[in-house]
């Protein structure tokens, strides 16, 4: 039976398992990752390079299914149901924020913002002007992106992951493509309008400054967790 009460973690995932096939060969990726995110909790996932960690937060954020192992979101299975049905849980549940900002190149910020809203049939214009001034870029409104700094292109995904009031958000190397000054800028902004609003953060990064802003660093190894997975 699954747990609805709400002491129930946010995420909670179980004997998670994942490979790839090169060639004629299936490379393991996770070996059996179990986690618990609590509510309004921002986890860090770090690790060298092929540990697993973007492929662990991609099954969490229900853009990859895992091979074996469940995954369940504020007391629902992930992997369940229809595709429309889960994309529609994404849509309204879930925000995303990524290392390359995947912004629309013909839209405005103001646009560009919206469009979750959009997509889900909502009107959310005030949100995202709103949002855009808390990033601060009021008077970027009108601009389309190739007009914007990578710093500013990053605060308008940042207000787009935000626009829809997701409970929970995943962030996959937010500061990647970022300088020093822009990278923590956008950290700043990114944990403190997640704790306004007691948003569930689960972050993918290499840097341990980065991690160290978060309330707790899950490291993986080959596969599995090797610290930081009971709280």
């Known amino acids: 039976m699954m747990e609805t009460s709400i002491n129930a ?3 909670r995932a179980r004997a998670l398992e994942r490979s790839f096939r ?3 060969r299936a490379v393991p990726v996770l070996r059996g990752v179990d986690l618990d995110v609590a509510r309004g909790e921002a986890v860090f996932l770090c ?9 662990l937060m991609y ?5 990859e299914a895992p091979d074996r192992g469940m995954v369940e979101v504020e007391g629902q ?3 369940q149901g229809t595709a429309r049905r889960m994309a529609k849980r994404r849509n309204e549940g879930m925000g995303y924020l990524f290392q390359h900002f995947f912004l629309m190149p013909d839209l405005t910020a103001l646009e560009n913002v919206m469009l979750p809203g959009m997509i889900g049939g909502r009107d959310r214009r005030g949100e995202a002007r709103e949002l855009l001034e808390r990033v601060g870029l009021a008077d970027r409104l009108n601009h389309v992106p190739a ?9 308008v995904a940042l207000a787009r992951a935000l626009v829809n009031k997701p409970r929970i958000l995943f962030a996959d190397e937010p500061t990647g493509n970022l300088d020093t000054r822009n990278g923590s800028d956008v950290m700043n902004l990114l944990l403190g309008l997640a704790r306004e609003e007691n948003t569930t953060l689960v972050v993918v990064t290499h840097d341990a400054e ?7 660093t899950v490291h993986l190894v080959d596969g599995v967790i090797a610290s930081g997975g009971a709280k």
């Open 9 to 11: 973690p946010a995420i």
């Open 22 to 24: 090169v060639g004629s």
């Open 47 to 55: 690790g060298p390079s092929g540990a697993g960690k973007t492929t």
């Open 59 to 63: 099954i969490l954020a229900g853009l």
């Open 77 to 79: 299975f992930l992997y």
């Open 147 to 155: 007009e914007l700094s990578g710093g500013e292109q990053q605060r």
């Open 210 to 216: 980065v991690a160290a802003m978060g309330d707790r």
